[in-house]
């Protein structure tokens, strides 16, 4: 999926405008997809007209594709208003956000003037990008897509992507986000491993009862609006 943004979503809440020197009215170009990892950039982002990749059809491994990410998957964007700068990785795309479109910080933690609350955030980001995101893939292949039933894949996945919600769980308890002071602040933290955990269902994890905390940070996110809008895209 190509999705062109005209500006920065309401989901940022006031994120900076577009640089002074921009040329072209739609500064950022989304290629993405319905799994997990897209809707983490979309949300975001908003303001999108939306021309589709289909990654059924392998159209990530298209030749001109590759030369945006040599790894041949979903969401890379394009900067416009920086030369055409190229970002893939979905963590590394919200970090390039945070650094050069949100100045007041509001997804985000100044690293000079609030280095433990930066590094909060850099911790959980990547501790997702290392364990949810590959575990509960897994899991996900295992039990919906592999050839072959292998029980062992199956509950091997499952049992870990159960354990890293676990994390979360002891993370958030008396808390409302994973990083920042206090009971938190919702950040790119949240943003970059929410989308995994709204699909639950998908891996075969049926409720989230097991994880009450998990549950009500799942349910704060889902009802903010921007969020609702960001994962209707694609």
Do not use: C
Not at 51 to 74: A, D, H, M, Y
Not at 92 to 117: C, M, T, W
Not at 158 to 172: D, P, S
């Amino acid at each position: 999926m190509q999705v062109a943004f005209n500006r920065l979503s309401s989901v940022a809440r006031s994120l900076s405008p577009t640089p002074r020197n921009m040329s072209t009215p739609k500064p950022f170009v989304l290629y993405t997809a319905g799994t997990p990892n897209g809707p983490k950039v979309s949300v975001f982002l908003e303001e999108k007209s939306v021309q589709k990749i289909n990654t059924s059809r392998n159209g990530q491994k298209e030749p001109w594709f590759i030369k945006l990410n040599p790894n041949g998957r979903i969401p890379v964007l394009v900067d416009h208003a920086r030369e055409d700068f190229v970002v893939f990785e979905t963590a590394a795309i919200l970090l390039y956000l945070e650094q050069h479109y949100d100045p007041e910080r509001k997804l985000g933690f100044d690293p000079v003037s609030q280095p433990n609350e930066y590094s909060e955030m850099l911790q959980w980001m990547l501790w997702a990008h290392g364990g949810v995101g590959p575990m509960q893939g897994q899991a996900n292949h295992s039990n919906r897509f592999a050839p072959e039933d292998i029980p062992y894949a199956k509950k091997r996945y499952i049992l870990e992507t159960k354990r890293l919600y676990g994390v979360m769980e002891i993370r958030l308890t008396d808390r409302d986000y994973l990083a920042g002071p206090g009971r938190g602040v919702y950040s790119a933290a949240d943003i970059n491993v929410f989308p995994w955990i709204n699909v639950h269902q998908f891996a075969g994890i049926e409720s989230l009862d097991e994880w009450p905390s998990l549950e009500m940070w799942l349910g704060r996110i889902n009802a903010r609006k921007a969020v609702q809008d960001g994962l209707a895209i694609p």
